[in-house]
């Protein structure tokens, strides 16, 4: 292992914002892995295990050693008749990955299409999109204690998923590395069309390779490509709120879109941004180069290549200004280094 010093990370991160590694040096195999967290811990330095590079902002130069995750591999465990268990590599691409489960018939991601990223930042956000989360596949985690080297096995329970939240955003944050996912697919279709925006794209007797299909199609609408206009997909959570001020909101704003999330309620962040005026506007001043993408209001775009300490100032006045007007606070949803 021969790490690279003073390394660009703009090509390794979909906001293209031009921050630099002190070190950064490829783990393709668990020895590479525990060879570089070593190559870290020698030297007193911070490590930071990068995926697909689509959920983070780096608010500045990273003055440690980054560790790009290469694991690869697909394996079967166990095959019913009527399901399969499978162990996936941390770095495999996530939408490359749904792509090869639906061509094998092994459904449950259709919904989960096009979500940018690999497999093994999965759990750590929960992924979800159109009515399924991956809590609802999810059947285990493997990785590396940070503390002990020692590798690890966590059931779903053990990773206590919630909305865009686990364990590994909370208790074990910087001290666990998903190297392996594990998940249970079915083998008969089973599509779910619960949001509506999905299910007025195709009929109800639609195949699980269709509905993935429509959900491509309503994800190229309303998300840019970051290869074109750098982005993080959604920007911001959408904000959990008691009953009471749901109420008091909904009597405000009779149009502010909400659901019931487990005897609370869950606004869509997308409308309070753009009720707030932001839907297709660009920084200005300290803040020129970022802004709103014009077709979707959750999503925060870096078109000037900006640091990363621009975007969050952007962001910040962005979640001020929707406070201001709702009484309601924004949470940003990548991850900030």
Known sequence: MTPQSDVSLQALNTLAVPARARYLTPANSIEDLREALAFARERALPSLILGGGSNIVLSGDFDGVVIPLQLRGITCLTEQEDWVE????AGENWDDFVRYSLAQGWFGLENLSAIPGNVGAAP???IGAYGVELSSVLTSVVGLDLETGAERRLSREDCELA?????FKGALRDRFVITEVG???SKVANT???YPALAAEVDASASPQEVSAA????RARKLPSPAELPNAGSFFKNPIVS???ADTLREIHPTLPMWPHNGQYKLAAGWLVEQAGWRGRSGEGEQA???IFREQALVLINPGRCPGRRILQFASEIQASVHAQFSVNLDIEPRVY
Not at 163 to 167: E, K, L, N, V
Not at 215 to 218: F, G, I, L, P, T
């Open 192 to 194: 779910n069309l619960s």
């Open 86 to 89: 499978l162990s996936v590599a």
């Open 183 to 185: 998940l249970k697919l």
């Open 289 to 291: 180069g970022v802004g």
């Open 163 to 167: 909305y865009r939240d686990s364990i």
């Open 124 to 126: 750590i956000q929960n």
């Open 215 to 218: 959900v491509r199609a309503v």
């Open 243 to 245: 009953s009471e001020q």
